[in-house]
């Protein structure tokens, strides 16, 4: 099957409350959509979100680079020979990771739908006893004020969340007390995650985790502490501390991966298909994670349904990756996508559709 046509589109959907990190505020998804057609009419959509703050992606830079390098790059070449596919698109253009995973998506949801069969079950490790059905994700709570974030923390409870990740890098103190007044009010049993997002120093870091500790407030994992690029501050806060640290920002590549696993810079990994330019290089990832016993998360950036799925069929896969940050849809108003993967509250239920199994995306598109 040849790759006939790359369309593109936007789709905007609001945020049922502000997003708010210690990088950014942002109220809504505004994400690029791609379409690609086979020679035989068979679609397969894939997208991506401007993170700029994160991955250095904007809206212009995203259509620019599948414009005019990726989608020439690629155009007329035989999908059952993905590889070939992939190492074009790795080489027509340095980084623009976000660019990157929403054609490779697009090129998997079509890859799958070809051998008429989900995604998940294509990527699965050949452990077929370890496939999972069923993903748990977990709950963004936005950094805010402690009383606000109490009231997020129950509501998201109501829901029938029983994981938080909670958004601190906001001044340590201030983030011990938020912690301490969430763990109060959801009690023990409740799993938290904490995301400084960077937000904090190396001396800080330690100092706010151990008096997490100290407290017994009972944190899984502290995910990207420091500054994406201060390595030795990775590994002297992971040496330093009791809990779990999860490396996100410091991770995009399979090479960072290595990194951060040989010389200990994190204990776990987050990978997000916007980082490592997609599944291609996010399967290297988990493979170097097994090697390592490594456990690793699947997360998102602010997406809607169509690459969150993409990321639930890599976390139904791989025996590795143990824990799903797949809130994307679930933080989104509305779901204007029909097909794939059924999310309701924090449980995502996997679906028997071939490829990612998106059928309907209300998108105007325009060929590239
Ligand atoms: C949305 C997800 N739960 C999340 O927090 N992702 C990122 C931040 C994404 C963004 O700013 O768009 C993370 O840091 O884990
Ligand atoms: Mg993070």
């Given amino acids: 099957m040849k790759i006939q046509e790359i369309a593109i589109g936007y789709i905007s959907i609001p945020l049922v409350t502000p997003f708010k990190t210690a990088l950014r505020t942002v109220d809504s998804v505004n994400d690029l959509i791609v379409k690609i057609t086979t020679d035989d009419g068979t679609e397969g959509f894939g997208e991506a979100p401007p993170t700029a703050v994160i ?20 155009k007329g070449m035989d999908l059952e020979d993905l590889p070939s596919v992939m190492e074009k698109m790795e080489h027509c253009i ?71 990740k909670v958004k601190v890098g906001k001044g340590g103190e201030k983030d011990v007390e938020r912690i301490r007044e ?74 960072d991966a290595v990194r951060i696993m040989e010389e200990h810079g994190a204990d ?39 690459s969150v799925s993409a990321g639930a069929h890599l976390a139904a896969g791989r025996s590795i990756v143990t824990m799903a940050d797949l809130d994307g849809p679930s933080l989104c108003r509305e779901d204007p996508y029909r097909g794939g993967p059924k999310f309701s509250g924090s449980k995502i239920s996997m679906q028997e559709e071939p490829g990612i199994g998106i059928s309907h995306v209300p998108v105007e598109f325009v060929m590239i």
């Avoid at 991955?55 to 690629?74: L, M, N, V």
């Avoid at 409740?190 to 001396?203: C, Y």
């Avoid at 990832?285 to 456990?295: F, L, R, V, W």
């Fill in 182 to 255: 969430i763990r109060r009010a959801v009690g023990k049993d409740v799993v938290i995650r904490v995301d400084a997002n960077q937000g904090w120093t190396r001396e800080e870091a330690v100092s706010t985790i151990r008096a997490m500790e100290k407290e017994d407030l009972g944190i899984e994992l502290v995910e990207q502490p420091v500054s994406y690029h201060d390595f030795k501050g990775m590994q002297y806060v992971t040496a330093s501390v009791e809990t779990k640290i999860l490396a996100d920002e410091s991770v995009f590549s399979y090479e």
């Fill in 94 to 164: 340095a980084k623009n990771t976000s660019a990157k995973a929403a054609v490779d998506i697009a090129l998997y949801d079509l890859y799958a739908k070809l051998q008429k069969r989900p995604l998940f079950r294509l990527l699965g490790d050949g452990k077929s006893d370890k496939l999972k059905t069923e993903l748990e994700t977990d709950l963004t709570i936005s950094v805010n004020d402690t009383e606000e974030m109490v009231r997020d923390s129950i509501s998201a409870i109501e829901q029938g969340f029983r994981i938080l």
């Fill in 55 to 74: 991955t250095g992606d904007t809206k212009e830079s995203i259509e620019a680079a599948i414009r005019y390098y990726i989608a020439p790059a690629i």
């Fill in 268 to 306: 776990l990994i987050n990978i997000k298909l916007m980082k490592t330019g997609g599944i291609h290089e996010a399967v290297r990832i988990c493979d170097a994670a097994e090697e390592h016993g490594i456990s690793c998360m699947i997360g998102c950036m602010l997406e809607s349904k169509v």
